[in-house]
């Protein structure tokens, strides 16, 4: 099992910015790709950025590239998840989360961080 630690989140102004992270402990020698999803009010949970441990390759929701930037930080296992020029409907709590390989679904999840924008 990983455990996942996030950080981050509160409440931003539109336009504004907010840096999320999240630290990984237990079995990490098993994460093949660490990243973010989110989940407004009465929506289903939807990707927001993940990048991959080995080659740091990342993938991104539509709605965010160019706004966000996700990045792994290997010596500590940490992911970050860098959010500029914020726009309320990101409000949402944003769930860390890793998963073995690329042909299973993400079986480890943290606790969540709630990130508000204001209009």
């Known amino acids: 099992q990983v455990q996942l630690v996030e950080s981050g989140g509160g409440l931003a102004q539109a336009g504004g910015s907010l840096r999320l992270s999240c630290a990984a402990s237990?079995?990490?020698?098993?994460?093949?790709?660490m990243g973010w999803f989110r989940q407004a009010p009465g929506k289903e949970r939807e990707l927001v950025a993940v990048?991959?441990?080995?080659?740091?390759?990342?993938n991104y929701a539509d709605s965010v590239k160019g706004r966000f930037t996700i990045s792994r930080h290997n010596a500590n296992v940490t992911v970050s998840l860098q959010m500029n020029s914020l726009k309320p409907e990101d409000t949402a709590v944003y769930y860390c989360?890793?998963?073995?390989?690329?042909?299973?679904?993400?079986?480890?999840w943290g606790q969540g961080t709630q990130v508000t924008v204001a209009s």
């Open positions: 990048i991959t441990w080995s080659i740091g390759r990342t």
């Open positions: 237990g079995r990490t020698f098993s994460i093949y790709d």
């Open positions: 989360t890793t998963r073995s390989s690329r042909l299973v679904g993400y079986t480890n």
